[in-house]
């Protein structure tokens, strides 16, 4: 099944859902893609639910996905990228967490120390994340992958 497809332009383009209701989404342009090739992302089965119902529950059938909302709650245009860090910082604070390290590229950084302590190749993790090089996901996962690291296998196994 399909989420509405979205005319030719700017935002997301279409969404194809399978049976066990993972998805990909396809993704026309971004900061990683400034030539808009376009790329393809996997969603798990919680985000295509929460997707669909943030779609459906704000009547979302084209245009950009991710917008703001005026007083009343009708839809206006697509959020800056300022207005994302600071969604990102209110729902760190509203968590319990200090906001001031929160930006809205928080969730790549979190994803990448995530896969990468979960033991996913710095190579899998680049794609996952859309980076060209394995670079960035090991800056990012250096200080959380120290747990997991060379030296701690070496410790664990004597």
């Known amino acids: 099944?399909?989420?509405?497809?979205?005319?030719?332009?700017?935002?997301?383009?279409?969404?194809?859902i399978n049976r066990r209701?993972?998805?990909?989404?396809?993704?026309?342009?971004?900061?990683?893609?400034?030539v808009g090739?376009?790329?393809?992302?996997?969603?798990?089965?919680?985000?295509?639910d929460a997707l669909q119902y943030y779609l459906q529950s704000n009547?979302?059938?084209?245009?950009?996905?991710?917008?703001?909302?005026?007083?009343?709650?009708?839809l206006r245009g697509r959020l800056s990228v300022n207005a994302i860090t600071q969604v990102f910082k209110r729902m760190a604070k509203v968590a319990g967490?200090?906001?001031?390290?929160?930006s809205g590229h928080s969730c790549r950084v979190g994803m990448a120390q995530d896969l990468s302590l979960a033991g996913i190749s710095t190579g899998e993790i680049a794609i996952a994340g859309r980076w060209s090089s394995e670079q960035m996901p090991?800056?990012?996962?250096?200080?959380?992958?120290?747990?997991?690291?060379?030296?701690?296998?070496?410790?664990?196994?004597?």
């Open 138 to 158: 090991i800056r990012y996962a250096k200080k959380k992958s120290l747990v997991k690291g060379a030296v701690a296998k070496y410790h664990a196994g004597r």
């Open 59 to 74: 009547n979302i059938r084209e245009g950009a996905l991710f917008r703001s909302f005026n007083a009343t709650r009708q």
């Open 97 to 102: 967490y200090n906001p001031n390290g929160v």
């Open 37 to 48: 090739q376009g790329d393809l992302v996997y969603l798990s089965e919680d985000t295509v």
């Open 1 to 16: 099944r399909y989420l509405p497809p979205r005319p030719e332009g700017r935002g997301f383009s279409r969404i194809l």
């Open 21 to 34: 209701g993972h998805g990909v989404l396809q993704v026309r342009r971004s900061k990683t893609d400034q």
